[in-house]
């Protein structure tokens, strides 16, 4: 098959919240990126002033040896940690990975903004994003940030649900 559609995609916007969810939307990107050689930018948006429980979690199943100073660290030694591992991770597999962090109000708005200029500055081609499965009618509705993202971007939006 042949990629003439594709050959421009260089780098591709992964938004990561520490949920499963968003991390199967990397998987996505792996694939991606291995196919075309796309170097992959991990971007996840905190609330300095507000710990998040989720992410302590998840730091706690990946790292079992964070035990307890999961609990006293500050947001942005959460996130950071969180993506540390992950990059490691992602080492075996010789993709060229950035990681950026932003302190911002947990909105939606905030983190549309967040994600928008990031598109904008890191030149991005393509945005693989999860989206919260929902049940019955709610299902036809994404997530409330994915479809806004999905509205203001013009380059390709994967988004990836259950």
Known sequence: MENEQFQDIRRILIPLDGSTLSENALK????????????????????????DSLLKKRLEEMDPNLGKEVEKMHPLYLIENYHTILKNALAKKKISI?????????????VINVLLDLVKKENIDLVVIS????????????????????????????????
Do not use: Q, W
């Open 28 to 51: 996505y990107g792996i694939s991606i990126a291995n196919k075309f050689g796309a170097e992959i930018v991990l971007v996840s948006v905190y609330a300095s002033k507000e710990p």
């Open 131 to 162: 989206s919260h499965g929902k049940s019955g009618f709610r299902k036809l509705k994404l997530g409330s940030v994915t479809e806004e993202l999905i509205k203001a971007l013009m380059i390709p939006v994967l988004c990836v649900k259950k």
């Open 98 to 110: 950035k990681s950026v962090l932003r302190d911002a109000n947990i909105s939606t708005d905030s």
